[in-house]
């Protein structure tokens, strides 16, 4: 790890976090063209941090071109919690902690100095204390706080599996103040956030859990992501030897040793229904829990409509002035088709298979 701060921005992308900034170390930088100084570098990366006066700690390599010179290509990076009072202050005027600006980071070190975080974390009330700071401030400041070392702490247990900064704040965002605590638990809880499938939260779970191939937390999760898998292909539910045939190509990769057998699928599939409850068994079709209960309260809201009284119309007539009208002829599936719509309290119409056309209910 290459211990820095960070000096200046030289080029920063928006819509992919790609940045190429300037830190300053005291550490030994190996030599070459970097054209910048003996203790600063240019440094290379996806979201680096560009806040002034906070410690970072750098892991990558130094990679040199004939156009850029020396550069510093990361792959991942730590903040550091700072140790001194003008490390504490720099830490929360940064921008890290949002509510708290230069005046108010200067007047909390001033009262608590280098217990500052101490306060944050076990007797917050007495921020209180500090002049500008309301119960409505405190609050913003403590939300600002807690969240910022949540990220930090997800940036500490997965930057090493190569997750990104924008992801770690994604991850936050989705799991909130308990981010931490449920990814070290189950890392494939990830699977739940939108654009971490199993394929990609397998190579991080397993790298920073060290998980075996076999592994049920492991198994659940492609069970579940074969399930979603199909849902976005329109299928409500999976015939559990459908489940057993996606699953199996999933859980096999790196699985050197044939430990995950067709038995331990079943069983970690089983544990879903009985135990996790986050699955349902209809005879042989295995449901999400979300899926068979809306299927069953759609063909009960169905059942009861169905019983509506249905008021009667002369179709035949409203047809035929139509075809005048519009100067058409009907054909006689069509006019069977509109004739049912107003003999039945229900009109379910699809489209043909593979038409791409949306189901649409018609209540008379």
């Not at 290509?73 to 504490?88: C, L, Y």
């Not at 939300?143 to 949540?150: A, I, K, L, M, P």
Request: glycine share 8%; charged share 30%.
């Amino acid at each position: 790890m290459l211990e820095c701060r960070y000096a200046s921005s030289i080029y920063y992308n928006q819509e992919n976090g790609y940045t190429v900034a300037v830190y300053e170390t005291e550490e030994n930088i190996p030599e070459g063209k970097n054209g910048i100084g003996k203790r600063q570098f240019v440094a290379v990366g996806c979201e680096l941090p560009r806040n002034e006066g906070i410690g970072i700690s750098l892991k990558g390599q130094w990679k040199e071109s004939e156009k850029y010179g020396k550069q510093y290509h990361v792959a991942s990076f730590q903040i550091q919690m700072p140790t001194t009072e003008e490390g504490v202050k720099a830490y929360l005027s940064s921008g890290l902690v949002k509510g708290i600006g230069p005046v108010i980071a200067e007047r909390v070190v001033e009262r608590f100095g280098k217990n500052t975080f101490y306060v944050f974390e076990e007797c917050p009330e007495r921020l209180l204390e500090i002049p500008g700071i309301t119960q409505k401030k405190l609050e913003q400041i403590l939300d600002g706080y807690y969240q910022s070392e949540n990220i930090r702490q997800l940036s500490i247990f997965l930057s090493s599996a190569g997750v990104t900064p924008k992801k770690i704040e994604k991850i936050q965002e989705h799991f909130g103040h308990k981010a931490v605590s449920i990814i070290k638990k189950d890392p494939f809880r990830l699977c739940e956030i939108e654009g971490f499938g199993f394929k990609t939260v397998d190579p991080i779970a397993r790298k920073v859990k060290h998980f075996q191939a076999d592994n049920p937390l492991r198994i659940k999760a492609a069970i579940l992501y074969v399930l979603k898998e199909a849902e976005g292909e329109g299928h409500l539910y999976l015939e559990v030897s459908d489940i057993l045939t996606r699953a199996k190509p999933l859980l096999v990769r790196g699985d050197k040793k044939g430990s995950v057998t067709e038995r331990k699928i079943r069983d970690a599939g089983n544990s879903l229904i009985k135990d996790d409850k986050e699955l349902i068994c209809s005879y042989t079709k295995i449901y999400s829990k979300k899926n068979y209960e809306s299927e069953q309260k759609a063909v009960i809201q169905l059942a009861t409509l169905s019983k509506y009284p249905i008021k009667r119309y002369d179709v035949e007539k409203w047809i035929s002035n139509l075809e005048a009208k519009e100067h058409i002829k009907l054909a006689e599936k069509q006019r069977k088709g509109i004739e049912m719509v107003f003999q039945n309290s229900i009109s379910i119409i699809t489209g043909g298979p593979g038409s791409g056309d949306y189901v649409k209910i018609r209540l008379s």
